[in-house]
């Protein structure tokens, strides 16, 4: 009896608890359902607003290293320590490469994108600035405008030059990405996409004003116009760059500072143009890159030399690590014309200030630790800074004498 | 040499051993096929229409052995080989990444829903919506 009576309330107890659990399943259903919706709507809206962002931490050091500085008083001094971008022999640098940058992305409508791009860099003492600040206007799927505040295509890696997880070394190559400033400029571009049978191509051009400030003074560029084709071809990348500028450039009298007059050096809408040769082959496994550069400005009296420079990268990637050497070199082609200029020395000493010639090997690794973070290492050693004109340090405080010129290289690269 | 051919064999042996991969897109499309080159473009940012109209390109999840696989095979390149070159067009505004699903389910769902969604499956997967428009050799 009581065993039937016990069955019979257990019967009942679980239907009874059946039935519950039953209706909460539903509502859990219904939830889970809406919490679904929810999330749905969320991944729609996430498309609508893109971020992503870039980290370096880098550090830099010399050996020890010998030269001549010219001393304002007492001319060339011999045997002076020489330091690179900075960086010397006694401690790691950790400002020149580091640095951080961020870009928000929207959809404004179907066709129109804005964009904004911070850099804050060590070199600039981590002081935000407006990199990218532009709008974009697809015209059709392949050809696109875009109006604002733009970095100029000057070089191929010019555009992402602060992103240095896209490239293999922790320095572009000096000779070559010193030539001319990479910088903003307020403007437009129109980019058109198009193939040739199985070759795809990037047509390029642009227009508008840059700023480029530099310790000579300050470059004013107007009408900056320039185009670049880049084509793609299975494992080969190409790409031609030519433009020009009208650039005005102020120097000062400093006659009654005990100085040189430099104004009639001063540049009005003076012509000048940049020019770029480039190419790239990417197996997967083999990398070779090469740009050759050049920069002209028709100065007064010749004083802006003409800067040829050129680079040559191969790396071999043996799973995620790939050492590479590069060979990279820059020559200025100086004239005589100083000679008939109101002051010799005055003019001899802003060709001095622009002069470049160096070459270098680099020989560096990349280890990619995961996807999205890189470390790398890569030392410098520069050499031939002494032509039949020409006598320049580059980006040295002073001319090397020292017979090893090495600049070693850490870093630590991650793009999100 | 016969070392290296060896080594290499082995690295691609699961791939053999594994189904196919097919390039798909929705059953309406006015595609009808795509060579190897117009994959390769499509899944770099290169091509941005086809036949006149937008396309867009599928990813799956970042770890998925199919993602992994299809870029192993078609361009030769390992996950972190394509975010560096995809770091180089989002920086310059060159481009974005192909949109990025949370699984093959919603891969599959995307496909159904526009006929400008292009995608990678396996072979097994595929659905009667679905257009084959390239088998990986």
């Given amino acids: 009896m009581t065993v039937l009576y016990r069955l019979i309330t257990g019967i009942l107890a679980t239907s009874v608890a059946t039935s519950i659990w039953a209706e909460e399943l539903d509502d859990r259903l219904a939830q889970a359902e809406a919490r679904l919706a929810a999330l749905e709507a969320q ?16 550090m ?75 709008l974009s206007y697809n015209i059709k799927p392949e050809l696109v405008w875009r109006a604002g505040r733009l970095v100029l295509p000057t070089y191929m890696h010019s555009q992402y030059t602060q992103a240095s997880y896209a490239y293999p070394w922790i320095e572009l190559p000096s000779q070559v990405y010193g030539t001319l400033p990479v910088n903003t400029m307020e403007g437009m571009d129109l980019t058109w996409q198009f193939s040739t049978g199985n070759v795809g191509h990037a047509l390029n051009v642009t227009w508008g004003t840059a700023d480029v400030p530099t310790e000579v003074g300050r470059y004013l560029v107007n009408n900056q116009a320039g185009m670049n084709l880049k084509s793609f071809f299975g494992n080969f990348t190409t790409r031609i760059s030519y433009s020009v500028g009208e650039t005005d450039l102020d120097l000062p009298d400093l006659t009654a500072l005990g100085g040189p007059d430099l104004s009639p050096y001063s540049l009005d809408s003076s012509f000048g143009y940049f020019a770029s040769v480039g190419g790239q082959y990417d197996n997967g496994s083999v990398l070779l890159i090469s740009e050759v550069v050049q920069l002209g400005v028709n100065a007064p009296y010749g004083w802006f030399p003409t800067q040829t420079a050129a680079y040559l990268t191969a790396g071999y990637r043996m799973g995620r690590l790939m050492p ?93 | 040499m016969l070392k290296k051919a060896a080594v290499l064999l082995t690295l691609l042996m699961p791939l053999f051993a594994q189904a196919e991969l097919v390039i798909v897109t929705n059953q309406d499309s006015p595609l009808s096929s795509l060579n190897q080159n117009e994959v390769k473009q499509l899944f770099s940012g290169q091509l941005r229409s086809l036949a006149g109209k937008p396309v867009q390109p599928l990813d799956l999840p970042a770890k998925d052995p199919t993602r992994e696989k299809f870029y192993l095979h078609i361009m030769g390149r390992t996950p972190e080989q394509m975010r560096a070159y995809w770091t180089r067009l989002i920086f310059t505004g060159q481009g974005k990444p192909p949109r990025e699903v949370s699984s093959s389910h919603e891969l599959k769902i995307l496909l159904g829903s526009s006929a400008e969604y292009i995608g990678y499956i396996e072979e097994e997967a595929l659905t009667s919506n679905m257009r084959v428009l390239y088998q990986l050799p």
Wanted: proline share 3%; with cysteine.
């Fill in chain 1, 60 to 134: 830099e050091r010399t050996n020890t290293i010998e030269g001549i500085v010219v001393d304002p008083a007492l001319g060339p001094v011999a045997g002076q320590p020489i330091s690179y971008r900075g960086s010397n022999s006694e401690n790691w640098n950790l400002r020149e490469y580091s640095r951080a940058g961020f870009r928000i992305e929207t959809d404004i409508n179907e066709r129109t994108g804005a964009v904004i791009q911070i850099l804050a860099s060590g070199q600039n003492d981590y002081d935000a600035e407006l990199q990218w600040a532009y």
């Fill in chain 1, 324 to 416: 590479h050497l590069t060979w990279s070199g820059v020559e200025s082609d100086v004239n005589d014309r100083c000679a008939s200029a109101p002051s010799a020395v005055a003019c001899g000493s802003l060709v001095s200030q622009n002069v470049a010639r160096s070459k270098s090997w680099t020989l560096g690794a990349r280890y990619d630790l995961d996807a999205g973070i890189a470390l790398k290492a890569e030392a410098t050693s520069f050499y031939d800074f002494t032509g039949d004109k020409t006598a320049n340090g580059t980006l040295f405080s002073g001319l090397p004498t020292s017979n090893d010129v090495v600049v070693f290289r850490l870093a630590v690269d991650a793009a999100f």
């Fill in chain 1, 43 to 58: 991944s729609m809206s996430s498309e609508k607003f893109r971020f992503n962002g870039f980290i370096t931490l880098g």
